[in-house]
C-alpha cells in the first residue's frame, strides 16, 4: 500500500470513511501513514456522569474496538477528575456536581463495563483503562495556572463551540475549565502512555484541538484529532432513548428484551447506516441487508440482523438467546416458556399490581386490580369474547378463578388483554 503522503490509504481507515464514522479528522494523510507503518496508542474519555454507560457511547467504543482489532493500542479513559467537573459540549444548561463518593462509585462501575468491548490481555496490542482522577487530583491551583493555564488565552477558548454556544446562558468558570482539563488529559497520555490520537463525538472537537494545541507547545511530536459523528435519527427524536427513557448497557437498568426492541424498532431509514456505525458485519453483508431494505422491507430482516450483532456484542450469546426466547413467547403469547428472570425482565414494564396471597383469585378481580378493565362489567365483557388470556391461555369464563398452583413459578399470574397488552400480577 502506498504511504504517499498526499494519497495514502489505509484500509481502517478506509473501512471507517465508508462506515460514515469519520466526522473530522487534523492532517488526515499523515495520519494514514503513520496508522500504516505502526501501531497507535489512541483513547476516546468517557465521564462518569451516570452508574452505567448508555447506547449513546456505542460509538466511541467500538471504534476503539476496530482501532484496537486492527493492531493498534486503545486506552479507555474514565473521567475520575473531569466528571467532578462536568462537560458543557452539547449542553445548553450548567450540570449537577455529584460528590466525590457518587463519582468514584461510578468510575469502577464504567469501568467494568468498558472491559466487555476492549481485549485487556492481548498479545502485543492490549487495552489500558485510565483515570484521569490520577494526574487531576494532585494538581494545585498554582501549578495549574502557571504550567497549563498559561498555554490557553480567553480569546481561544472563547472562540470553541463548546463554549461559544453556552456565552447567552451563562457558563461557570468550573465549566469554562473543563476544556483546559481534557487538554491536559491528551497531554498526560501522550507523554506517558505514548498517546498520539484522541478520539470523541463531533462535539468534542474544540476540547481534542486543545489538547493538540497543549501538547505542541509543552514539548510537541505526533499527534492528531478524529471525532465522530453525533448519530441523529431520520425522524428528529434523539438517539439512544426509548418510551421508558435512556437505552443503558446495564441490563438491571434496560433488560435484555428492551434492549433488543430498541434495535428491532428501527426506521428502515436508519438501519443501514445504524449496520455500518455499530455492526461488524462486511460491506457485502452490509448491501444485501440494503437491498432487502428496499425490495423486501416488511421482512425486516436489516433490523433483526442489527438487532442480533448489537445485542450479542452488549450482552453477549446467553444475552441474545433471552432476548430472542421472549420476544417470540411475547409474540406468541405462550409465556410459560420463560425462566423467572426472563418472565420479570419481559414484563418489567408492563402494568403490574401486587395483590395479597390467596389460595384462589377472581379473573375479574384480577384485571381490575391491574387496571386491564375499569369495572366488573368491562371485565366480564372482555373475558367472555375471548380477549383475556392467564398464563398463555384463553379463558371466557368470566367466574373463573386461577389456584395458587396455577402462578408461574409460584409467584406470578400473566394477563393478555387482546394481542399486545400484557399486566403482571405478584403475590404479597
Known amino acids: 500500500m502506498s504511504t504517499n503522503n498526499t494519497n495514502t490509504i489505509n484500509e481502517l481507515l478506509e473501512d471507517l470513511e465508508f462506515r460514515g464514522l469519520v466526522h473530522q479528522t487534523t492532517h488526515r494523510d499523515e495520519l494514514a501513514e503513520k496508522l500504516q507503518k505502526e501501531s497507535v496508542t489512541l483513547y476516546a474519555g468517557f465521564d462518569p456522569t451516570a452508574d452505567s454507560l448508555h447506547i449513546g457511547h456505542l ?13 493498534h493500542k486503545p486506552i479507555a479513559l474514565v473521567g475520575g477528575g473531569t466528571g467532578l467537573i462536568g462537560d458543557p459540549s452539547g449542553r445548553t444548561t450548567e450540570r449537577s456536581l455529584n460528590s466525590d463518593e457518587t463519582v468514584a462509585l461510578w468510575t469502577e462501575r464504567l469501568k467494568g463495563q468498558l472491559a466487555r468491548f476492549l481485549d485487556f490481555d492481548a498479545t502485543g496490542n492490549p487495552a489500558k483503562l485510565v483515570s484521569n482522577y490520577d494526574w487531576i487530583k494532585p494538581l494545585d491551583i498554582i501549578s495549574f495556572l502557571r504550567d497549563i493555564g498559561k498555554n490557553f488565552t480567553v480569546n481561544y477558548m472563547l472562540a470553541k463551540d463548546s463554549v461559544d454556544s453556552r456565552l ?17 488529559d491528551f497531554q498526560q497520555l501522550h507523554v506517558n502512555h505514548g498517546c498520539s490520537l484522541q478520539i470523541g463525538g463531533s462535539d468534542q472537537w474544540g476540547n481534542i484541538t486543545a489538547g493538540l494545541d497543549l501538547i505542541s507547545k509543552t514539548g ?38 428492551q434492549f433488543y426492541q ?7 431509514a436508519d438501519v443501514v447506516k445504524f449496520l455500518k456505525y455499530f455492526t461488524p458485519l462486511s460491506k457485502e453483508q452490509i448491501a444485501a441487508l440494503e437491498t432487502e431494505v428496499a425490495e423486501r422491507p416488511e421482512k425486516r430482516a436489516a433490523q433483526r440482523e442489527l438487532a442480533r450483532e448489537v445485542t450479542r456484542l452488549v450482552h453477549g450469546d446467553d444475552g441474545l438467546e433471552a432476548a430472542e426466547r421472549i420476544t417470540q413467547a411475547l409474540f406468541s403469547g405462550d409465556i410459560t416458556q420463560l425462566n423467572e428472570a426472563e418472565l420479570v425482565e419481559a414484563l418489567q414494564d408492563m402494568p403490574s399490581a401486587t395483590i395479597e ?28 369474547s375471548g380477549a383475556v388470556l392467564v398464563n398463555g391461555s384463553k379463558v371466557t369464563d368470566a367466574n373463573a378463578t386461577i389456584a395458587r398452583e396455577e402462578r408461574l413459578h ?19
Request: net charge positive.
Open 410 to 428: 409460584g409467584k406470578f399470574i400473566v394477563l393478555r388483554r387482546g394481542k399486545k397488552n400484557y399486566y403482571l400480577v405478584k403475590f404479597a
Open 262 to 268: 430498541f434495535w428491532i424498532n428501527t426506521d428502515d
Open 357 to 384: 396471597d390467596a389460595e384462589t383469585s377472581s379473573l375479574m378481580d384480577l384485571l381490575i386490580a391491574v387496571q386491564a378493565a375499569p369495572s366488573r362489567r368491562q371485565a366480564r365483557t372482555d373475558i367472555e
Open 220 to 257: 510537541g511530536g505526533d499527534a492528531f484529532g478524529m471525532t465522530l459523528p453525533l448519530v441523529t435519527k431520520s425522524d428528529g427524536k434523539k438517539f439512544g432513548k426509548s418510551e421508558s427513557g435512556a437505552v443503558w448497557l446495564d441490563r438491571s437498568k434496560t433488560s435484555v428484551y
Open 168 to 184: 447567552a446562558n451563562g457558563i461557570s468558570f468550573t465549566e469554562f475549565s473543563y476544556m483546559i482539563l481534557q487538554a491536559y
Open 59 to 71: 460509538l466511541p467504543i467500538l471504534v476503539l474496538r476496530r482501532f484496537q482489532q486492527a493492531g
